[in-house]
């Protein structure tokens, strides 16, 4: 345990000031005349002046390199954070190190010693050891946590310690580490939640060490399937504060539309829906001038829909309109209104809002163009708002930069050879290789000094341990680390624990009186081919749909071609052209597809390309389809109804009446139905509105169908093999999709002409298309009776489903031959 000297000045973590001052105020009561600081932080409080911001440095040394010639390699940087950051980085150094020559050797060395030479007058503020000698330091009273240290904080430590400062000590003995290895990544936390319940560990005594910050989401789950407490050193960010800030500022930089879109987006997520679609597909067009006009791709409600939706977001947008007045000189305006946007800010929000007004305010007058935004916009791209713990609760999670000897059991989790020790060496323009020819301190001499700062910490936790797995969330293969095997001596010792919390399979059952009151109300049941289709396809899909009536929502913001424009087409090339199928030509086919197009043009003017596109390609596959109309015309002297067959038929199952309606297939947005009639039994009196001869489909959805290029002869002492033309198999495919354009028939039995022949064999009659799916619809309502709605589905009925991520892991997919 630590003991905490009186009147001292204590140095450590900022993530690890919480935990200080609470062993202080468990130790002293109170935590009077104690003070706590970071290294930085104390460093900078010792000087007369504070240095200037990050961003105020940044934004100096942009300006100083505006005198960089355009020949330097590095002038497209000028205003890059990252490469500012770099240099700045450097110049730091080189001020700690007194570092003033730099290697010329190179074209990069010359032409970076050109862009040092113009930063060597920006102001750094970095206190140097001349500056601490100079004034009085209390360094008896200093006490420094030992956690593993940057680089750069090492070298005031050592300043500090040179003079007098002291390390904590831990005066608990420490055990030798426990060093465990485990299956998975997964598996580690469970050992730690295990051993903590099992050993009845105060929760407040446990620290856990994450190698990989990104497991701490998986350890929070199982902490929480335990419900053993814990604490996040590093708290997620959920401010919006910097998102708003970011949209504003763009917009401020570059008014144009996508930047506006971003910035109501941002400021006001909810409301301004509806002005983004509408700006995102009709900017520029005044729908309210446009009259209607009838056509097969947009329906008469659905534009009277567009023409509202146009008059909200114009309202909307005349009542924000000063946003579209703003310039770079409304920040302030800009800040107002995120205050306005957010009427019940958290602490976080607050803390963000000060740091990005009070890092704004430090470079204002910096900003006299809009371009000059850019670096202050990339400087909170890359800033974090998230915040250390503001209160302490049971099992404190951190990383390895917080591993200390605060509590006494310490678990480290993950550091496996992929990232331990993971020791730190420069990268980019400053590399290991440019400061290997300067003055700075060698490689091998500082990564010795991290090793040996990453093993003295570990050695000083009184009681660690160590658990590796042996591979990660995907099952990739993880080594242990060498040097970590080297330290403790020993390899790891494997733990298999079972999973308690192992994944579940959610369950879908219904009981008797629900499944009667949600499919069998008052003793009645109305039922459609589509829907048993769904639950063919999967019983859960449907009880979400017609059960719980769970529907997706529809989106009108778009056109979409479906059968609707075959059937227009083929109405109006019959009606205006007063022409048999055979004598449409294609042009005539384009021409009244584009005419179908037209409405759609006036009100999508930037989209005339990609619909002039549309109007070639379905041009093309509506005269293709009509080949197959001309055999029902020109050889069968049959004629085709554009009417749907609807079934309505009622029969008993178990007192309850069921209702079967609808069309007898499956729908389809692409399909268009016909009646097949014979024109001759229409003259003589006899003709059957309902059902007619069948029901033939077409559909614009094109079907590739294979095709033999040659015919091959063998019955002749040489075989010989014949070229099948083009129009052979044309013929050939117009024949195929005749025959599998019928989805019922009642054909004569004495059909005469052999392609009937092939559709009364193929092809269900009306009775049993009736009769098969009348034994579906008693199936399915059997199950239903009994609740049985599990998500045992059809192959790929999953890829589309709007419900998957109701039924997650629960679903399986049926065996060929499977009962739905």
């Known amino acids: 345990m630590i003991q905490i000297p009186d009147e001292s000045i204590l140095l450590a973590p900022g993530a690890l000031h919480l935990s200080l001052y609470d062993m202080v105020h468990r130790q002293k009561g109170n935590c009077l005349n104690i003070q706590i600081f970071s290294v930085e932080t104390y460093i900078r409080t010792l000087l007369p002046q504070a240095g200037p911001s990050e961003i105020e440095t940044l934004y100096a040394c942009q300006a100083a390199l505006r005198a960089l010639p355009e020949t330097n390699s590095f002038s497209a940087s000028r205003a890059d954070l990252d490469f500012l950051k770099a240099c700045v980085r450097f110049l730091k150094l080189a001020a700690l190190y007194g570092i003033e020559r730099f290697p010329e050797t190179t074209r990069k060395e010359r032409d970076l010693n050109e862009v040092l030479t113009l930063l060597g007058p920006v102001p750094l503020g970095v206190p140097t050891r001349a500056d601490l000698e100079a004034i009085d330091v209390p360094y008896t009273k200093i006490f420094i946590l030992p956690t593993e240290w940057t680089f750069e904080q090492s070298y005031w430590i050592d300043f500090l310690l040179a003079h007098g400062a002291r390390l904590l000590e831990n005066e608990t003995k420490s055990e030798p580490p426990v060093y465990l290895s485990c299956a998975n990544a997964r598996k580690q936390m469970e050992i730690v939640a295990d051993r903590i319940l099992e050993r009845h560990l105060p929760a407040t005594d446990v620290f856990v060490a994450l190698a990989d910050p990104g497991d701490q989401e998986v350890l929070a789950q199982i902490f929480d399937a335990h419900r053993i407490p814990y604490t996040l050193l590093r708290q997620p960010q959920t401010t919006t504060v910097p998102d708003r800030f970011l949209a504003g500022l763009r917009y401020l930089r570059q008014p144009d539309k996508e930047t506006y879109l971003a910035l109501i987006q941002a400021l006001y997520p909810e409301e301004s829906a509806p002005v983004v679609r509408y700006l995102n597909h009709f900017d520029g067009i005044e729908l309210d001038a446009i009259p209607y006009e009838d056509n097969a791709l947009i329906s008469e409600r659905r534009y009277l829909t567009w023409q509202q939706e146009e008059l909200d977001a114009k309202a909307w947008m005349e009542s924000h309109r000063a946003l579209q007045a703003w310039t770079r000189h409304d920040v302030e305006a800009l800040a107002a209104e995120i205050q306005a ?168 059952d219904l009981d008797a009186g629900q499944a009667q009151s949600l499919f069998f109300k008052n003793g009645r049941h109305t039922t459609t081919f589509s829907k048993v289709s769904t639950f063919e396809q999967c019983p859960l899909r449907y009880y979400l749909r017609y059960g719980l009536a769970l529907n997706r929502p529809k989106t009108q913001d778009d056109i979409r071609v479906d059968g609707g424009l075959l059937s227009r087409v083929l109405q109006r090339a019959r009606t205006l052209r007063n022409a048999t199928f055979a004598e449409l030509t294609r042009d005539q086919i384009r021409s009244l597809v584009a005419e179908e197009f037209a409405f759609a043009k006036k009100i999508f003017p930037s989209r005339t390309a990609a619909f002039d596109s549309l109007i070639v390609e379905y041009g093309a596959r509506i005269h293709d389809l009509i080949s197959t109309l001309e055999i029902f015309e020109d050889r069968l002297h049959l004629a085709l109804l554009n009417k749907e067959y609807e079934l309505d038929q009622g029969f008993g199952w178990k007192d309850v009446s069921v209702e079967m309606k609808g069309p007898i297939e499956k729908y389809d947005p692409m399909k268009v139905s016909f009646l097949v009639v014979d024109p001759a039994l229409e003259e003589a009196g006899i003709f059957d509105d309902k059902g007619g001869l069948g029901v033939f489909d077409l559909s614009l959805k094109q079907h590739a169908v294979p095709q033999s290029a040659f015919k091959v002869n063998y019955r002749t002492t040489q075989p010989d093999a014949i070229e099948i033309s083009e129009t052979q198999k044309n013929d050939e495919v117009s024949l195929q999709r005749f025959v599998d354009g019928w989805a019922v028939q009642d054909l004569p039995p004495a059909a005469q002409d052999p392609l009937l022949e092939k559709v009364l064999k193929k092809v269900p009659t009306y009775a049993e298309k009736e009769e098969k799916m009348q034994s579906k619809v008693e199936q399915a309502l059997e199950r239903l009776a009994q609740g049985d709605i599990l998500p045992v589905h059809e192959k790929s009925a999953c890829v589309y489903c709007p419900y998957k991520i109701i039924c997650r892991n629960g679903a399986s997919t049926k065996e060929k031959g499977e009962r739905a």
């Open 341 to 508: 946007t957010i009427p019940e800010p958290t602490e976080e929000d607050l803390n963000a809002f000060d740091t990005i007004v009070q890092n704004y305010a430090s470079i204002a007058s910096q900003i006299e163009t809009g371009d000059d935004f850019s670096l202050f916009i990339q400087f909170l791209e890359r800033a974090s708002f998230a915040q250390t713990a503001q209160s302490l609760s049971g099992v404190l999670v951190g990383t390895r930069q917080e591993i200390s000897p605060l509590r006494p059991t310490t678990f480290f989790l993950g550091a496996h050879a992929k990232v331990f020790p993971a020791l730190s060496m420069y990268s980019g323009i400053f590399d290991e290789s440019f400061l290997a020819h300067t003055t700075f301190p060698p490689l091998k001499e500082r990564l010795n000094k991290q090793r040996q700062a990453i093993f003295s910490t570990l050695g000083a936790c009184a009681e660690l341990t160590i658990i590796v797995p042996q591979s990660d969330y995907a099952g990739k293969s993880l080594e242990a680390s060498a040097e970590l095997e080297s330290w403790v001596a020993k390899r790891p010792t494997f733990v298999n624990i079972p999973d308690v919390f192992a994944t579940t399979v959610p369950g879908f």
